[in-house]
């Protein structure tokens, strides 16, 4: 069962309908951060008389029954859109948000470059890995900490917010300590302990969908994350894996309307992972924002042939001001006709 409280519910009353909840055995969820509070219940039946009861109360708009198994991340939990702010930038808002930077974060000259073009390109976010999961041990990983410190270092260099994957539970404090929005990669989706973990932190969680997750999963892998008390999750579509070798991966921009029906949460789309080849990033990162994609995250340096890491699929900031100039263009012209109705 879901509790949808009025927009305007104050705390004080958002908090006695979960008393009242807990005070007839029910565990209840609090969502109050990205847009009208929301209470998710459940651990045992549900009376007739309880959804009549609760409408009663101060604040409560409505209460509705779910069959949905992910139900505080289903569209009907908060059928107006979650919007997630980070700083200034709003991801769910009316503009579409392009995130951009390097893959891993190789070095201090490197990074900056990268952060100063990258925002005189029009990226209003910076991304960076500090930790990075490679296929092979022998690959470059990332400059860990100083990685992280780097990061911050560029963002109070251009007033970037930074979004940089944490890879283990015990790395989350840390990484929250540098940067404004917390990635879960591809390959931890499905990683409960750190999903649970990032849940209890004062961090956006940027989620992205494993490469062979269906979409209830990754809704799912969602749910850890607003179960455990964090509602400011963004979803990101990075392509999945399959039988044709041409691309690194498929990406699977059915799933941006679709999860856009099936959930409140905003939801961005990656086509450097999604495709693996620089050549076709543009086209699928306008792509997706025709599908209705709230925003992209794009790798794109000055130098992306002298990458360590996937420099193949990484973009010139003269390609990424071009993409953001059209995807800014397309969403003018079909936000009308992407938008959700309630």
């Known amino acids: 069962m879901i509790v949808r409280m009025r927009a ?29 509070p929301v209470i998710g219940v459940n651990g045992q039946p549900v009376p007739a008389d309880l959804g009549p009861a609760l409408c009663a109360l101060p ?25 997630v702010q980070v700083g200034d930038v709003r991801i769910g808002g009316p503009e579409p948000v392009i995130i951009a930077g390097p893959c891993v974060v190789e070095s201090r000259e490197q990074l900056l470059r ?20 490679r296929t092979s041990p022998y690959s470059f990983q990332g400059l860990g900490e100083e990685g992280l410190r780097l990061l911050a270092e560029a963002r109070e ?86 039988f044709d070798p041409a691309t690194r991966f498929t990406l699977d921009l059915n799933a941006v309307p ?14 450097s992972h999604g495709t693996g080849r620089r050549d076709l990033v543009a086209a699928m990162a306008l792509a997706g924002i025709a599908a209705g994609a709230h925003g992209l995250i794009v790798e794109a340096l000055p130098d992306p042939d002298a990458a360590l890491c996937d420099g193949p699929q990484s973009i010139t900031p003269d390609l990424l001001a071009d993409i953001v100039a059209r995807a800014r263009a397309i969403h003018a012209v079909v936000a009308p006709e992407t938008a959700v109705v309630a």
Not at 114 to 125: K, N, T, Y
Not at 258 to 271: A, E, F, K, T, W
Request: with cysteine; hydrophobic share 45%.
């Open 59 to 83: 604040g409560v708009a409505g209460v509705l029954d779910t069959t949905r198994p992910y139900r505080l991340a289903a569209r009907e939990a908060r059928p107006e859109g979650t919007v």
């Open 8 to 36: 305007e519910a104050t705390a004080e009353a958002t908090e006695a309908v979960a008393a009242e909840l807990r005070s007839r055995g029910f565990e209840v969820h609090l969502l109050t951060g990205g847009g009208a």
């Open 258 to 271: 679709l999860v856009r029906q099936l959930s409140h949460l905003p939801v961005i789309v990656d086509p």
């Open 114 to 133: 990268a952060a100063e073009a990258v925002r005189a390109a029009g990226a209003v976010m910076l991304r960076g890995g500090a930790f990075k999961p």
């Open 157 to 242: 260099a251009t007033g970037l917010p930074v979004v940089s994957e944490v890879m283990e539970p015990g790395q989350v404090e840390m990484v929250a300590a540098y940067a404004d929005v917390l990635q879960i990669g591809s390959r931890n989706m499905a990683n409960f302990p750190l999903l649970k973990r990032v849940s209890q932190v004062d961090r956006p969680v940027l989620l992205k969908r494993g490469f062979a997750a269906t979409i209830d999963e990754w809704l799912l892998s969602a749910e850890y994350i607003l179960a455990g008390g964090n509602d400011r999750v963004i979803l990101c579509e990075r392509g999945i894996r399959s």
